[in-house]
Structure formats: structure tokens, C-alpha cells
């Protein structure tokens, strides 16, 4: 670590160099060296021991400091951009097994980490990809229909327990179910239009083709004021409860 130290710090100014603070940009370094160093838990307290630090450092500057996350992601999505030479955008999912019941989305899904339905969260991602690289530039936790109370207005109780629930985890207002193909649709918009990352092919594995049907697995591929011309019937539309894609994308990005 003590010799790639001065290319960490040096990656880690650029692409946190939107955060106003000093001691953000400090903490963000730190948290991010936590991640590289060896061992296999990378929650806040094991990287803290290994760092030598107060894992409340750590902790304030993930959960409660403020700072724009998206800003960080883009500096990213350009940095890979100019780096890998990418050749297309892959679509991908990943499941992350969960013990317990009270980190944001979790619930009883199919898990490419188990290969079978487990309890789990599910992070869709957009990634930049090559013959001899790959990235991840955008991501999105999925939010299933039992982490968001306006999907149960019929009942009341279940609703109220969906709140508190989403109230413990810290879910903002803003964050609702939305099937996987919309986030990925979500992200192409942004990294296309917003962040103005390069035109190219979208690839997929055939679960989300599988997922949204010919007229929106076609939408993927345009720009988003085409696809609101060409946006598809309600009747065409997929079921929330359609199954997550099981395989990895066509061009072997991971999440």
C-alpha cells in the first residue's frame, strides 16, 4: 500500500475534488485507501482497525456528511471513459446476501452470489466496457414493492410498518420501487445526457430483454426524448414481479 499510496491520494483528489470541505476530501481518501487494503470485511469498523483510526470518522463521512454523491460519479464515469477506450455500455445487477432484514431493500430475491432465492439486496449498474477493461460509472439500489408503503394504499397497517421500516433505514422520500430496466434506463439518460460520456451500443444479458418486452428493450437503445415518442402501451409494460436477469452481461462487466 505504502508505494501505490501517492497514486491513491492523487486519484482519490481528483475524483472527490467536488467536495467543498478539506476534511471531506481527507475522509473520502481514507475510506477509500480502507477499501484497497487487505482483509476481507470492508464494513466501517474492520477497515477503521486496519487504518488505525476511529471508525466514527469513517462512519460520519458515509452516512451523515453532506456532500453530492453524483458529482463523485461522474468524475469517475469520465475518468474511466478517458482511460478503458470503451467500446459499449453493459446493463448489470448483483446480488449482496443479507443476514437480517434491516439494511435498505432488502428481501427475498434471486441472488447471483447464491444462485438460488435469499435473502439480499440487488444494485443495477451501468458500467463502461472493453476487450481489456471494465468500470462501473452508474448504480442504483433496487427498491422492491415491500420497502415502499405507496405500493400497499389498501392496507393501512402494512403501509404504516413500511414507513417506519423506511424511516429506521434512512430512505429518503424520494427513493421508490422502480423496476431494474427503468434504473438501467434511468442511468443511460444520465451518463448520456447529463454527464455527456460517448454514445454507444447498450448491451444487456437476456433477462432484461426478457423483463421489458420488444418495444422497451428497443427504447434502450435511444436517446431518452425518442423514447418518450415511442413509449410503449401500459398493456406492454412488464410486471413488477418480473425475475431479475440470473447471467452476467454479454460483455463480462461486473456490478
Not at 452516512?63 to 458529482?71: N, R
Not at 470503451?86 to 449482496?96: H, L, N, R, T
Not at 405507496?150 to 423506511?166: M, S
Not at 444487456?204 to 426478457?210: F, M, R, T
Given at each position: 500500500m ?6 491513491l491520494?492523487?486519484?482519490?483528489a ?11 476530501r481527507?475522509?473520502g ?5 480502507g477499501?484497497m ?19 466514527q470518522?469513517?462512519?460520519q463521512f458515509v ?7 453524483s458529482k ?8 474511466a471513459a478517458?482511460?478503458?477506450?470503451p467500446?459499449?455500455?453493459a446493463?448489470d445487477d448483483?446480488?449482496f446476501p443479507?443476514d437480517?432484514y434491516?439494511?435498505?431493500?432488502v428481501?427475498r430475491m434471486y441472488?447471483g452470489a447464491?444462485?438460488k432465492r ?9 458500467n ?7 468500470s462501473a ?14 405500493k400497499?394504499g389498501?392496507?393501512a ?7 417506519r421500516r423506511r424511516?429506521?433505514?434512512g430512505?429518503?422520500?424520494?427513493a ?17 445526457e447529463?454527464?455527456a ?8 444479458d ?6 421489458t418486452g ?11 426524448a ?5 413509449r ?5 409494460l ?5 425475475p431479475?436477469?440470473?447471467s ?5 462487466a461486473?456490478?
Amino acid at each position: 500500500m505504502e508505494e501505490v499510496r501517492p497514486r491513491l491520494e492523487a486519484f482519490a483528489a481528483q475524483m472527490l475534488g467536488s467536495l467543498t470541505r478539506r476534511d471531506q476530501r481527507a475522509k473520502g481518501e481514507m475510506y477509500l485507501r480502507g477499501l484497497m487494503l487487505d482483509g476481507k470485511r470492508k464494513s466501517m469498523q474492520p477497515m477503521a482497525e486496519r487504518l488505525g483510526v476511529d471508525h466514527q470518522q469513517l462512519q460520519q463521512f458515509v452516512s451523515s456528511s453532506t456532500w453530492d454523491y453524483s458529482k463523485v460519479r461522474e468524475r469517475v464515469a469520465r475518468w474511466a471513459a478517458a482511460h478503458i477506450s470503451p467500446e459499449a455500455y453493459a446493463i448489470d445487477d448483483v446480488g449482496f446476501p443479507k443476514d437480517g432484514y434491516d439494511s435498505p431493500g432488502v428481501a427475498r430475491m434471486y441472488c447471483g452470489a447464491l444462485g438460488k432465492r435469499g435473502n439480499c439486496q440487488i444494485g443495477v449498474s451501468v458500467n463502461l466496457v472493453s476487450d481489456r477493461a471494465s468500470s462501473a460509472v452508474d448504480w442504483r439500489l433496487f427498491m422492491p414493492e415491500s420497502w415502499d408503503d405507496t405500493k400497499h394504499g389498501d392496507d393501512a397497517l402494512l403501509a404504516e410498518a413500511i414507513r417506519r421500516r423506511r424511516a429506521k433505514a434512512g430512505i429518503p422520500e424520494t427513493a421508490r420501487h422502480r423496476e431494474k430496466w427503468r434504473l438501467a434506463l434511468d442511468m443511460l439518460d444520465e451518463v448520456r445526457e447529463d454527464w455527456a460520456l460517448p454514445g454507444l451500443p447498450v448491451v444487456a444479458d437476456a433477462g432484461y430483454g426478457d423483463a421489458t418486452g420488444s418495444h422497451a428493450t428497443c427504447r434502450m437503445w435511444l436517446p431518452s426524448a425518442a423514447r418518450r415518442k415511442s413509449r410503449p402501451p401500459p398493456s406492454s409494460l412488464p410486471p413488477s414481479s418480473a425475475p431479475a436477469p440470473r447471467s452476467k452481461s454479454a460483455a463480462g462487466a461486473s456490478g
